[in-house]
């Protein structure tokens, strides 16, 4: 059984950066597209990032395009998410997440297996 642990999440300022990570252990996941999603207070769960594990394609939601970057590094089984410039609507609790599509996706239906969130709060 897989489990996903986040951290590295915190309070910081509008246009700092922050990097999350995400830390497999149980068994590889070199073999799943890992992706980072997103709940703010009041809102509904929301795709960030994911990351292929055929071909390490990434793909991001248009708000954070030029701002963050997702990468995996089998060796340590982990993946991380490096925020920068952050602004204050990406204030929320960050989940990652693993699944078995070969192609991307941002579907959260498609990823079975969820860590229990990093906490990022942005002031502005």
């Known amino acids: 059984q897989v489990q996903l642990v986040e951290s590295g999440g915190g309070l910081v300022q509008a246009g700092d950066s922050l990097r999350l990570s995400c830390a497999a252990s149980?068994?590889?996941?070199?073999?799943?597209?890992m992706g980072w999603f997103r709940q703010a207070p009041g809102k509904e769960r929301e795709f960030v990032a994911g990351?292929?594990?055929?071909?390490?394609?990434?793909y991001y939601t248009d708000s954070v395009k030029g701002r963050f970057t997702i990468s995996r590094d089998n060796a340590k089984n982990t993946v991380y998410l490096q925020m920068n410039s952050l602004k204050p609507e990406d204030t929320a609790l960050y989940y990652c997440a693993a699944g078995r599509s070969l192609a991307p996706t941002t579907d959260g239906t498609a990823f079975g297996l969820w860590g229990q969130g990093t906490q990022v709060t942005v002031s502005s």
């Open positions: 149980g068994r590889t996941v070199s073999t799943y597209t």
């Open positions: 990351i292929t594990w055929l071909g390490g394609n990434s």
